[in-house]
Nanobody, 124 residues
Framework: QVQLVQSGGGLVQAGGSLRLSCAASGRTFSSYAMGWFRQAPGKEREFVGASPRSGLTTYYTDSVKGRFTISRDNAKNTVYLQMNSVHPSDTAVYYC?????????????????WGQGTQVTVSS
């Protein structure tokens, strides 16, 4: 069992930056791949990216590649989503999630543990 608590988010202008944090408690953080998802108004939740259990590399969906960076600090049991050069289309509720699956789990169903979500709004 793992509990995820998110922080960060808010309002940012287009072209700006924002960092989201997700702190985990419970079982060993390094045992989990950590993913980020987002859900825009009226749309389904979509995969943003994932950091595998090793934390050595990350995987991103094409729409955020080169702009978003996922990093994890296993000593602090925390994963981060650094969002740069944000667009209004990045406006969504962002969720972190934890999975025991190896590699880069990309489906919602791969993740049994979820953070509470945090709103990110990008103004034009």
């Amino acid at each position: 069992q793992v509990q995820l608590v998110q922080s960060g988010g808010g309002l940012v202008q287009a072209g700006g930056s924002l960092r989201l944090s997700c702190a985990a408690s419970g079982r060993t953080f390094s045992s989990y791949a950590m993913g980020w998802f987002r859900q825009a108004p009226g749309k389904e939740r979509e995969f943003v990216g994932a950091s595998p259990r090793s934390g050595l590399t990350t995987y991103y969906t094409d729409s955020v590649k080169g702009r978003f960076t996922i990093s994890r600090d296993n000593a602090k049991n925390t994963v981060y989503l650094q969002m740069n050069s944000v667009h209004p289309s990045d406006t969504a509720v962002y969720y972190c999630a934890a999975s025991s699956i190896l590699g880069y789990p990309k489906k919602e169903g791969d993740y049994p543990y979820w953070g509470q979500g945090t709103q990110v709004t990008v103004s034009s």
